[in-house]
């Protein structure tokens, strides 16, 4: 992490010139290892694929609420699903926003530990009413894995780090789970001090990308001095973080962002964004001969590589009692921001230890 003081741009258009694509590497390194944020621009879908999320987003924001509520997060065990405003807790505060989370695509049959419940079901609005809503996000969800894709090579090319070790980390159907988001427009009569929109964190993910649907300056990464710094949005962007597990298995060469949604000033409109996050296979603990193996052919590069980088697992690929996998911290971060849906589902998690944002 650096005082970084504006959020870089990578514009993936240039990846197919070999000189560019050296500049991209660099550039990727000082994203990775001083942001952990950064525009990606030169994306390769078109803006219609933007345009449609956005309506459909849109309009299953204006649903009436007893209709999102019949999507509510708590019907299923794998934190999929609709979240009202007020249920959501982000650094022990009531985050103002709502949002819907889904997930693409799911592998078979879904059985075996207590964490395969994260691949689904995810809970999509009725096509009567949003005919075009699952087609649609299915579709934005490959266009930005394709994205995710592009990304994780070229964190590779630019840190060195062994390609195939890091792949083995992913699954081979990978899920991407997505977020849509409303942060309503406080009240003109709101006081600013009561608001929260979306409290400091870093997300528990390998990578995020983040579509910001509206022209609101509110997503801020914090620098090394503890410095707010804007991200306003930037069209035909996405915003790419860098999570916590995307630190973890590189060792500490990639920093996660610790950012946060400034509250949005009273009477203003509502801001919209849409995030992809993916993560590491949730069966990937240190405990595993194969996850062992492809950690320590990294470390070894990161060894080599960034003498002095501090080996640094942040303690998310280290067994810790019962999160003994990536799938167990996943879980136990989204019991973290949803307690009373752990209690219910996942009663035998609720005592576990750790913190964090889902
Ligand atoms: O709304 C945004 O722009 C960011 C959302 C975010 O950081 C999150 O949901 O973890
Ligand atoms: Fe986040």
């Known amino acids: 992490m650096s005082d970084f003081t504006a959020i870089p741009t990578l514009d993936l258009s240039l990846l197919g010139d070999p000189d560019e694509r050296k500049a991209l590497q660099r550039l990727m390194l000082h994203v990775v290892r001083d942001v952990g944020m950064c525009y990606v621009t030169g994306l390769p879908f078109g803006q219609e694929v933007f345009g449609k999320a956005k309506v459909e987003c849109e309009a299953f924001f204006n649903l009436p609420e007893q209709e999102k509520k019949k999507l509510d997060i708590g019907n299923v065990p794998g934190f999929l699903g609709y979240t009202a405003v007020g249920t959501e807790y982000t650094d022990s505060k009531i985050d103002t926003r709502e949002h819907l989370t889904v997930a693409h695509p799911i592998p078979g049959e879904i059985e075996g530990p207590v964490y395969q419940n994260l691949w689904g079901p995810t809970q999509w609005p009725d096509p009567t009413i949003l005919p075009e809503f699952t087609s649609s996000f299915k579709n934005y969800m490959e266009e930005v894995a394709r994205v995710e894709k592009v990304l994780r090579d070229l964190m590779t090319e630019?840190?060195?780090?062994?390609?195939?070790?890091?792949?083995?980390?992913?699954?081979?159907?990978?899920?991407?789970?997505?977020?849509?988001?409303?942060?309503?427009?406080?009240?003109?009569?709101?006081?600013?001090?009561?608001?929260?929109a979306l409290?400091?964190?870093?997300?528990?993910?390998?990578?995020?990308?983040?579509?910001?649907v509206t022209d609101h300056?509110?997503?801020?990464?914090?620098?090394?001095?503890?410095?707010?710094?804007?991200?306003?949005?930037?069209?035909?962007?996405?915003?790419?973080?860098?999570?916590?597990?995307?630190?973890?298995?590189?060792?500490?060469?990639c920093s996660a962002a610790t950012h946060r949604v400034a509250a949005l000033a009273p009477g203003s409109t509502d801001r919209y964004s849409i995030s992809v996050g993916t993560n590491l296979r949730y069966d990937a603990s240190v405990l595993l001969p194969s996850t062992k193996q492809a950690l320590e052919t990294?470390?070894?590069?990161?060894?080599?590589?960034?003498?002095?980088i501090e080996n640094e697992l942040n303690g998310y690929l280290n067994p810790l009692g019962p999160l003994d996998t990536v799938g167990m911290k996943v879980l136990h971060n989204y019991g973290v921001s949803y307690p009373e849906i752990m209690e219910r589902w996942h009663p035998e998690l609720v005592q576990t230890a750790g913190t964090g944002n889902a």
């Open 199 to 212: 409290g400091a964190h870093q997300d528990h993910t390998f990578v995020t990308l983040i579509y910001q």
């Open 217 to 253: 300056v509110a997503l801020q990464a914090r620098n090394s001095k503890g410095d707010w710094i804007d991200c306003p949005p930037k069209p035909g962007s996405l915003v790419f973080v860098v999570g916590k597990s995307g630190q973890a298995a590189t060792f500490g060469v």
């Open 158 to 196: 630019a840190t060195g780090l062994n390609r195939d070790a890091l792949n083995s980390l992913f699954d081979q159907t990978q899920q991407y789970r997505m977020r849509m988001i409303k942060y309503p427009g406080p009240p003109a009569s709101t006081s600013a001090e009561d608001l929260q």
């Open 298 to 308: 990294i470390q070894r590069g990161v060894d080599a590589r960034y003498p002095g």
